[in-house]
């Protein structure tokens, strides 16, 4: 993992954070943007959006979204928000999979769910670990 791939993770994480600033449902938030045209360019090997802070994306997905994920919900707290956009993008540089294959093994729930048991743990290992209880699942 580089300079920049890690940079972008932070952002990533950065980003989920401020949705909740923005009082978000935070899991349609994480769906919406995980399956987002944002998302999908982040996945790719250059993108311009890839040299954009985390309050520039935020508006770009808000230009994208549904109106109703304003209204209310669960909002997550900004350190599992954090830690939730960090280990998504990380496992996309890990793996190679796009966001939306990834949401698809681990949905916002899951995320959220293992947190306490995976937040302290390598982002490697806290992957194979959500990648196997998918598995598991299936």
Known sequence: MDGLQLKMCDVQ?????????????????????????TAKGLDSRYNRMQWAGEEYLLEEIIAGMDPVLEKDGEIYTRDILYWIGYVYRYWHYYSGEDSIKIYKQASAATMKRNYMMFHTMDPALAIENLKEIYLLKK
Do not use: P, V, Y
Request: zero cysteines.
């Open 13 to 37: 994480g950065r980003l989920f954070e401020l949705s909740a600033d923005r009082k978000f449902d935070s899991a349609a938030f994480i769906k919406s943007f995980m399956t987002s045209a």
